[in-house]
């Protein structure tokens, strides 16, 4: 069983960064395929970016370019560093993992939530 604990959200203005963590604990950090997701009001939750315990990642086409999202095994951390804001960045972002060692596996694990805001 594992848990997620994001932190760093917050309000920016448009061209801003902002840097996300999500802390993990509980199981093995690198059985754990580790991602972002997002959802603003009245959408569906839409996936943002996601890394491998060997680093191996990849990301929303509509962040390319402006997210990067990192991990730290001995720490237990996975981090999304978003730079250039828009508007339509806002969302609640959430952490979630994945169990890489099952077949099929698909993303339990959840944490609960850090809001960004930009403003325009």
């Known amino acids: 069983q594992v848990q997620l604990v994001e932190s760093g959200g917050g309000l920016v203005q448009a061209g801003g960064s902002l840097r996300l963590s999500c802390a993990a604990s509980g199981g093995t950090f690198t059985d754990y395929t580790m991602a972002w997701f997002r959802q603003a009001p009245e959408k569906e939750r839409e996936f943002v970016a996601h890394i491998t315990w060997n680093h191996w990642f990849t990301c929303a086409d509509d962040v390319k370019g402006r997210f990067t999202i990192s991990r730290d095994n001995a720490k237990k951390t996975a981090d999304l560093q978003m730079t250039s804001l828009k508007p339509e960045d806002t969302a609640v972002y959430y952490c979630?993992?994945?169990?890489?060692?099952?077949?099929?596996?698909?993303?339990?694990?959840w944490g609960q939530g850090t809001q960004v805001t930009v403003s325009s």
């Open positions: 979630a993992a994945m169990n890489s060692r099952v077949a099929g596996g698909e993303y339990r694990y």
